[in-house]
Nanobody
Framework: VQLQASGGGLVPAGGSLRLSCAFSGRTFGSYGLGWFRQAPGKEREFVAAINKTGVRKDYADAVKGRFTISRDRAKNTVDLQMNSLKPEDTAIYFC????????????WGQGTLVTVSS
């Protein structure tokens, strides 16, 4: 499996950004997908996850109500729509995949930088 994240950039506080992660190499529908982030000097943390069918979505408390994860079977992508961005959302965002949608994430994309200015 290969993952390629894109869509990061600089945005003012209160703004929106949409990240996209292109999935290739295996059967898209067999994998659960997630987004994680790592801020400067901090540990990587969970942001959002979506199961194989797209029915179940989970979010970190810090982003609930502001971020939305979705997947597109036709494009083999998983997106993260981020609204009402805050300076504390500044981080490198990584997409990840796990076979069967359970257990640890075993494949990671290269990350895309999101910077939210105050």
């Amino acid at each position: 499996v290969q993952l390629q994240a894109s869509g990061g950039g600089l945005v003012p506080a209160g703004g929106s950004l949409r990240l996209s992660c292109a999935f290739s190499g295996r059967t898209f529908g067999s994998y659960g997908l997630g987004w994680f982030r790592q801020a400067p000097g901090k540990e990587r943390e969970f942001v959002a996850a979506i199961n194989k069918t797209g029915v179940r979505k989970d979010y970190a408390d810090a982003v609930k109500g502001r971020f939305t994860i979705s997947r597109d079977r036709a494009k083999n992508t998983v997106d993260l729509q981020m609204n009402s961005l805050k300076p504390e959302d500044t981080a490198i965002y990584f997409c990840a995949a796990r076979y069967g949608g359970i257990g640890e994430y075993t494949t990671w994309g290269q990350g895309t930088l999101v910077t939210v200015s105050s």
